[in-house]
């Protein structure tokens, strides 16, 4: 009797395209492993990332908003979701291999650090190199498990490091995910930014709608309709052009009237004092690092690790840090004079 496993691979022998990366063909690990008979190396992946610790604090972590008290406001986690979502449907359009495009996505923001990008551009400022790609790859390959890492397979880093649009995926696969990122958020942070009021529907140019749709629905929809009609059966994974210019326009727009608005830029100088503070406390004070983050220090060095410190956190728990260390507490006095 054939093993699931092997029954994966006839499927991807027989229904994926030649482009695609089939999981019998990767290249492996970092560190040999014994295999597992019903799932292939890239569904021990995505498994693995969902597993972990930091894709569980995803949920905490700035999109756009910070900290939003609302319920509906997209974070780190559901974008996630978005780009994965996304990513499998294109992937599945394409013939390309899900297993390997929902793992990409499933990691790639993985090291992303609290306050969204304002966050990363903070600890870039501060660190002199920071960038949550390379951080999301550090998170699999070093500070998972305590700093044993997940070992992934490399296809699976590969795509993480290079889902940025300057990135240059190996494989379709990681271009699937590169794409759905950047589809996935102009079109929920567009949405949010309305459901806060800093935006209308008809503030979106005619001339970006008029071609991508008034809806997220549509606009997605729009985009992953693109990609399938220029790229089936291609080596490549790209929209056309039309529909390519309109998103890159959309982008901009978002840019202009969200992103860096004056409003987001006074939270963002509040964000920066709060790390800044945060960061020059624990490279003073390495030894009051989670244990976990001590013992990497002498390995790796104290602005790397306070790097890690920071940026593994949820907004909440770098807000509830800075006030166990930098707030005063009042003193409780018992009134024994009765």
Known sequence: ???????????????????????????????????????????????????????????????????????????????????SQIARSIARALALNEDLTEAIALGHDLGHTPFGHSGERILNKLTGGFKHNVQSVRVVEVLEKDGAGLNLTKEVRDGILNHPKSGTPATLEGRCVSLADRIAYINHDLDDAIRAGILTVKDVPCSITNVLGKSSRERINTAISSIYRTSYGKNYVEMDKTVEQSSEALRSFMFERVYFTESAQGEEQRAERMLTALYEYFIDNCSSLPDTYVKLVEKYGKKQVVSDYLSSMTDRYAVYIFNKIFVPKGWTFIDESN
């Open 1 to 83: 009797m054939k093993t699931l496993k092997q029954r994966t691979y006839e499927i991807e022998d027989n229904f994926l395209s030649s482009y695609a990366c089939k999981s019998q063909n990767t290249i492996g690990r970092e560190r040999e492993e014994p295999p597992c008979d019903m799932r292939t190396e890239f569904q021990r992946n995505r498994d693995r990332i969902i597993y972990c610790k930091a894709f569980r604090r995803l949920k905490n972590k700035t999109q756009v908003f910070f900290s939003p008290e609302g319920d509906h406001y997209i974070t780190r986690l559901t974008h996630t979701l978005d780009v």
